[in-house]
């Protein structure tokens, strides 16, 4: 994970090892992306998930819904691109997971390379 002051946006990529994660790994990764959205007060995130292999739980998607989103709400945060891996049931978990946004207070993209997110990310 990496913040980009001039674009005030995180940035983070996850990497093949998440096939072997488990979900106590996974919520202990999004507790700590909790907290670095809270001290940096983003207003753009960007998520290269093409290696991604962790199928969501619902469970963790719930969190997600009753947490991280409403501490995006809080900070004012606007834009979400993710770039998405090819394989279907890790795919389907992060899409449900971003379903569990309630707030409405965000946009999100899915996109196919960082160009296009980075461009969509920079339109005001």
């Known amino acids: 994970m990496?913040?980009?002051e001039a674009k005030e946006q995180i940035y983070y990529k996850f990497?093949?090892?998440t096939l072997q994660m488990t979900a106590d790994e996974y919520l202990q990764e999004l507790i700590t992306f909790l907290n670095l959205t809270k001290q940096?007060?983003?207003q753009t995130i960007l998520g290269e998930m093409q290696e991604f292999q962790f199928s969501i739980p619902p469970s963790v998607q719930e969190w997600v819904g009753?947490?991280?989103f409403?501490?995006?709400q809080a900070i004012g945060m606007k834009?979400?691109?993710m770039i998405l891996t090819q394989e279907f049931?890790?795919?389907?978990s992060i899409e449900q997971?971003?379903?569990e946004d309630k707030t409405n207070a965000f946009q999100t993209r899915y996109f196919e390379n960082i160009q296009e997110a980075q461009a969509w990310l920079q339109e005001k």
């Open 2 to 4: 990496a913040y980009d």
């Open 15 to 17: 990497s093949a090892e």
């Open 40 to 42: 940096y007060k983003p």
């Open 66 to 68: 009753q947490y991280l």
């Open 70 to 72: 409403p501490a995006y």
């Open 79 to 81: 834009k979400i691109a």
């Open 89 to 92: 049931i890790p795919s389907l």
């Open 97 to 99: 997971t971003m379903e």
